[in-house]
């Protein structure tokens, strides 16, 4: 199996963070974590994403933490010194694979046509983040692509929310959602992490009874 199926073959959800400070940063991870979260993506959209990823690193040693919105390799070779567990991109290049496979970081690229799997597959991987999942597709692109590309599997991530998520957790093909649903805006900005916590639980609860994969 590979690394990257192993990681996400644990996971149900995987929430993408977009962090304006360190202490939220943590707030959120910790939340998340208290639900029974065990990994997060942390997107490099905001000039503090490098320090947060650092500090929920040191918050929370048992939380996995992956950096997210990968787009060069300048980002790849930043998070790999912030040293997070693994790199996620919205897409993929020869370029940011060999990256990766110099550093020795666990990556999940991101592709969203079959053309895209086949390349890369071409370049060793197996599983990618489907993305942005509800507009390139949903679940009936994951159905589709299941026969040709058997042996593949994917992180749906890019419009899932509480009332699709099981539609895409249901296929084999599908090892986790990704998505930022549960990390509403006000209630971020009001820091009502008891609430993300409970909704996030909930959700958790919810969603693990429909996963085939
Ligand atoms: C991502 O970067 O993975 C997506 O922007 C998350 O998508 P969502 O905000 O629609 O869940």
Known sequence: MSDMRERLS???IL???VVNTEEEA???SQALFDAGITAVEITLRTPVALDAIRAVKQALPGLSVAAGTITCVADMEAVAHADVDFAVSPGLTRSLAECAAALELPFLP???TASEVLGGLELGFDCFKLFPASAC???ALLKALSA???GVSFCPT???NAGNASDYLA???VLCVGGSWMLQADIVAAGDWVSIRNSTRDSLAHLSRFQSA
Do not use: K
């Open 10 to 12: 644990h996971l149900t």
């Open 15 to 17: 929430p993408v963070l």
């Open 26 to 28: 943590i707030g959120i």
């Open 110 to 112: 991101g592709v969203s």
């Open 137 to 139: 597709g949903g679940p």
């Open 148 to 150: 040709p590309l058997a």
């Open 158 to 160: 890019g419009g899932i």
């Open 171 to 173: 296929l084999p093909n």
